[in-house]
């Protein structure tokens, strides 16, 4: 009787040591996301807040899927995002695996690089804004001591997106470069050498040994900034505010401009649901990609 106590003890206490992050989880993540479904089924804002909430059922989804400005925080989004994760991801590996050669001062520049990281999106905003200044900026006062004409980085509805993707690029792409740097250092040198004696050269080892080893970091990294970049808005809301005409209007900061600057509780839910919604896909996108590229490997064997 007291061996099968104990046995039973034994396979309730792990649940017991997880319940406390269950409950944190549940409390932080799954309660906020049912209560933003609830109010984006609702006719709720800020003067009616302490009113009666009247169910409206899909009509705010109705209206964002013939709102024109929506439809263009969907663009910008896209090329934010787009930009942010290749040219994040790029400029991540280049640097991962130059770091990854055994260089003196290597470790130091790799604690280095965790600065721009550290730093909080606002401050960032705020030093690029000055940076990319159309009047008094350090690019534009470098340009025109070469001679060139000034550029309007942050006024010009062409160009400002691709500012702030630098500005993003700059501020994410040392988590890129930590976590693919971990991952390479997960790779054994023997199988490098092994390589190198069969007569590979460095390009067709990184192609046939690095990039598929290296692939469940590459994976994870891209769906880690991905999120990132799509619920993005601190950065753009100091650098742009979403303008000019709303040229630089993501849907993350569509969505914070409905709920707090225009009161629209209802509207922002439904929009942040659609995020969320977002997410998920290209994750799962994501991770399906990852086990039929693992599939692949495993027929090939």
């Excluded at 460095?202 to 192609?207: C, D, Q, T």
């Excluded at 994870?220 to 799509?230: A, C, F, G, H, P």
């Amino acid at each position: 009787m007291k061996v099968t106590l104990e046995a039973k003890t034994g396979r309730i206490q792990p649940y017991l040591l997880l319940a406390p992050a269950l409950a944190i989880l549940i409390g932080f993540l799954l309660f906020p996301l049912i209560w933003n479904v609830y109010l984006s089924l609702h006719d709720v804002s800020l003067t009616t807040i302490l009113g009666d909430w009247k169910y409206v059922g899909l009509k705010n989804f109705d209206n964002l899927i013939h709102d024109h400005d929506f439809h263009t925080s969907l663009q910008v989004s896209l090329i934010f995002v787009g930009g942010s994760v290749a040219l994040q991801f790029f400029v991540g590996m280049v640097l991962a695996v130059v770091l990854n050669q055994q260089i003196s001062g290597s470790n130091t520049i790799r604690a280095l690089f965790i600065i721009p990281w550290t730093v909080s999106a606002v401050i960032t905003g705020f030093s690029f804004k000055f940076i990319f200044s159309d009047s008094f900026g350090i690019m534009n006062y470098g340009l025109a001591q070469m001679g060139l004409a000034p550029v309007a980085w942050l006024s010009d509805p062409g160009i400002v997106v691709w500012t702030l993707v630098f500005a993003n690029v700059w501020h994410g792409t040392p988590f890129t470069v930590i976590f693919l740097t971990a991952g390479l250092f997960s790779i054994s040198p023997v199988v490098y050498e092994a390589a190198r004696i069969d007569g590979a050269t460095k390009i067709k080892s990184f192609l046939y040994i690095t990039l598929p080893l290296l692939r469940p970091f590459i994976i994870i990294n891209l769906i880690l900034i991905t999120m990132w970049s799509v619920n993005f808005f601190d950065l753009i809301l100091v650098m742009t505010n979403g303008g000019p005409l709303f040229s630089s209007t993501t849907s993350s900061l569509f969505m914070y401009r409905q709920a707090f600057e225009f009161g629209l509780l209802s509207r922002g839910a439904a929009v942040g649901f659609l995020l969320i919604a977002m997410n998920l896909v290209l994750a799962y996108t994501y991770i399906k990609l990852l086990r039929s590229q693992d599939k692949t490997v495993e027929i090939r064997q």
